[in-house]
């Protein structure tokens, strides 16, 4: 069974651009969160679709994220403009039972 | 809002003893808490999950103890080995069905061979 994928694995950006971030979760997980891990500082949780709808998103920090998750399979995270502060590792995870929480690599964000 | 503190953030154990990693959390009682382990460049993967009514929960050389009074739950590994190197993290919901998870900042554990 396949895991969790994310991609890019790697994402070095200028202050103001953009960027659009994918993950791939386990086939069947309806639950599907994005986490972001900030240099020193612990992985917080960003949001959680179940499907295509957003159940809670009280963790995005402002609204130049947006995330979606069209069809209810792969979603995607972007970032406009991005600024320096969201520098950091994304992490994706998927859940069948919204129990055990199965993790991405991750996509490590620079923001230069 | 949910604070977690994991006891130090390095541990260093020579192979074959035993490791014990600890977890405290404040404010609301969770209805379980698991521990993942990372190792570097990869995400967290799921070990172990103990529910609020249950004191202690084992798995092959793992023991996870949790106790709602002192709001602690202690992570051991027996037998330890340069392979269980890796960090731990602690997290917790806040209930069935709940949204996301909390984390703490992780114990990197070090086995010496």
């Known amino acids: 069974e396949a895991g969790v994928t994310q991609f890019p694995s790697h994402s070095v950006i200028e202050k103001g651009q953009t960027v659009t971030l994918r993950c791939d979760p386990i086939s069947g997980h309806d639950n599907l969160y994005w986490y972001r891990r900030v240099m020193g500082k612990e992985i917080k949780f960003l949001l959680h679709f179940v499907k295509e709808s957003k159940q809670d998103e009280s963790g995005m920090p402002n609204n130049r994220f947006l995330a979606e998750r069209t069809g209810g399979t792969y979603s995607t995270l972007k970032v406009q403009p991005a600024e320096l502060e969201d520098s950091g590792v994304y992490f994706c995870a998927s859940s069948l039972d919204r129990i055990r929480q199965y993790f991405g690599p991750g996509t490590r964000l620079t923001v230069t | 809002s949910q604070k977690i503190e994991q006891n130090s953030e390095a541990l260093n154990i020579q192979e074959g003893k035993t490791a014990t990693l600890t977890c405290n959390y404040t404010n609301y009682s969770p209805a379980y808490l698991q521990w993942y382990r990372q190792d570097p460049g990869r995400g967290p993967v799921f070990l172990l999950l103990?529910?609020?009514?249950?004191k202690e929960k084992r798995k092959e050389r793992l023991k996870v103890t949790f106790d709602t009074t002192l709001k602690q739950s202690l992570f051991h590994i027996t037998a330890s080995q340069p392979a269980d190197s890796a960090t731990y993290l602690c997290a917790l919901e806040e209930g069935e069905g709940a949204d996301g998870l909390t984390f703490g900042k992780g114990t990197h554990l070090i086995i010496q061979p």
């Open positions: 103990i529910r609020e009514n249950e």
